[in-house]
């Protein structure tokens, strides 16, 4: 995940137009702090403790990657939600600009 | 026309658990493929306890895992010990709980404790079990321990042995000189929140 946080980060043409966040479901706000500081995250995560995000999304298995297009009227559109991670960042944010029409 | 301003990708964390939890690494995790038996809610204690805070902590030994014996008194005098009671191989929660512990390894070295995960499973079952836990790769760094036969023998001679056969979801925390400090029979249907464990660990002499 840092790969990718770093490949998005490393292309000027996505400046500023593509962020990255991690949830983390169950865990308290230690619990992902800790995980930050051990794994040096440098994107920004986000404790669900409660499950309520990951029960709002249709309680998916992990890792798991929703891909939201914010629109200027402030809507949002899911263009991308699949399970499972990825052998290659590079080629994963090819992927991600490609669906997304950015 | 629509202005395409940002683009977030939410990734979901297990964990690291955990941790947590690896923390990809948890009941929810692809890395237990399909092999995750789903558990309905249950009652969230079924036991009574019988040792409390300050008591002499009963002795046991039993097989571990990794081969041999593991004895609780060994580590009088030597190390703290946290024994971590989770009530089956193969369900969700308990799923969560270990991997967290094997990534939060630090919080029990600095504290100069080891942790001792104990089931009522038999060894080639946790065998199976701790083996697809580190899938992601490496292995737990803390003995697990069965205490299968007499069947869940030492869950019951802490108390925490259910009436369905399986141990609670609980927490030891026993100092040095072997006296218990800390019980958490937590609801089985939860994982106990890492912090309050470390916080009971602070307060240990090393």
């Keep these: 995940m840092n790969e990718l946080y770093r490949a998005i980060e490393g292309r ?3 400046k500023g137009k593509m962020k990255l966040i991690g949830i983390g479901t ?3 706000d230690f619990e992902v702090g800790f995980f930050r500081k051990k794994y040096e995250v440098p994107f920004p995560l986000f404790s669900d403790e409660d499950y309520s995000i990951h029960k709002a999304i249709g309680e998916v298995r992990t890792p798991y990657f929703i891909g939201v297009r914010l629109k200027g009227d402030g809507s949002a559109e899911v263009f991308y939600s699949k ?3 990825f052998e290659n960042a590079n080629k994963f944010l090819d992927s991600m600009v490609k669906l997304s029409g950015l | 026309m629509a202005i ?5 990708l939410m990734w979901m964390l297990g964990l690291l658990v955990i941790f947590i939890w690896t923390p990809a690494v948890s009941g929810q995790s692809t890395d237990f493929k399909e092999n995750i038996y789903p558990v309905e809610k249950l009652k ?3 036991s009574v306890l019988k040792v409390k805070v300050g008591d002499l902590a009963p002795d046991f030994t039993l097989p571990a895992v990794r081969g041999g014996e593991m ?3 060994h580590y009088r005098g030597k190390k703290n010990v946290v024994i971590s009671f989770v009530p089956a191989a193969w369900t969700p929660v308990c799923s969560d709980q270990w991997p967290g512990y094997n990534i939060a390894q630090e919080f029990f070295v600095q504290n100069n404790t080891i942790l001792l995960g104990i089931t009522v499973d038999n060894i080639p079952t946790l065998y199976a079990w701790t083996n697809q836990m580190c899938m992601g790769g490496g292995e737990l760094w803390f003995p697990v321990l069965s205490d299968f036969y007499p069947h869940g023998a030492v869950a019951e001679k802490y108390g925490v ?3 369905d056969g399986v141990s609670e979801r609980a927490l030891f925390v026993i100092d040095k000189k072997g006296i218990i400090r800390y019980i958490d ?3 089985i249907n939860e994982r106990p929140r890492l912090e309050v464990l470390v916080g009971e660990l602070q307060k240990l002499e090393k």
Excluded at chain 2, 4 to 8: A, D, N, T, V
């Design chain 1, 26 to 28: 169950g865990n308290s």
């Design chain 2, 4 to 8: 395409k301003k940002h683009i977030s």
């Design chain 2, 185 to 187: 029979v937590h609801d």
């Design chain 2, 44 to 46: 969230p204690t079924d």
């Design chain 2, 71 to 73: 004895t609780l008194s």
């Design chain 2, 161 to 163: 042995l259910r009436s």
């Design chain 1, 83 to 85: 399970l499972g991670g």
């Design chain 1, 12 to 14: 000027k043409d996505l």
